[in-house]
């Protein structure tokens, strides 16, 4: 069995920081200038920057949507010097809207490190029904993302 890159290692770390929200371990596994691109129409579309649009953005944000009945689960990953791939599975589920989704983080690593991430559902319209349904639930209860 062939050992696993480095940067795969980066990538478990991350997924582990990320959701305990561990800050410090967090500006460890990433470039400080690092860019997470997020597509679609959704309340979590758009381009965050640094740890802080990681945690105060994007988690921010899906947990809010998410409203306690959500996480995640590490699937794949894949490493060479350069680039880091991996296949996680974001689950919501709640009695009026669920979710159950794969996605696919292409990451560009910079000394060990993760520089710029792209994440992309494997179906957008899904990702995009689910949030804008959350996003309009919280509205009509008067909760702010």
């Known amino acids: ?28 596994l990433a470039t400080p200038d ?3 691109h997020f597509p679609g129409h959704s309340p979590i579309s758009g381009d965050w920057h640094g740890i802080d649009g990681l945690l105060a953005g994007i988690r921010a944000t899906a947990m809010a949507l998410g409203r306690g009945s959500n996480g995640f689960e590490l699937l794949h ?6 680039s880091a791939v991996t296949i996680h ?3 919501y589920t709640a009695d009026d809207n669920n979710l159950d989704l ?5 990451v560009r690593m910079s000394d060990r ?13 899904e990702n995009d029904r ?3 349904v959350q996003a309009r639930n919280l ?3 008067g909760v702010s993302q």
């Open 130 to 132: 689910y949030m804008a």
């Open 34 to 36: 690092m860019v997470w």
């Open 89 to 91: 599975r974001d689950y």
């Open 139 to 141: 509205a009509l209860q």
């Open 1 to 28: 069995m062939t050992a696993e890159h480095p940067n795969a290692q980066v990538l478990r770390d991350f997924f582990d920081a990320f959701g305990t929200a561990d800050r410090e371990r967090l500006a460890e």
């Open 113 to 125: 490190k993760m520089a710029e991430v792209r994440e992309i559902p494997f179906d957008q319209a």
């Open 77 to 82: 990953v894949y490493a060479d010097d350069t």
């Open 102 to 106: 794969r996605y696919v983080l292409h």
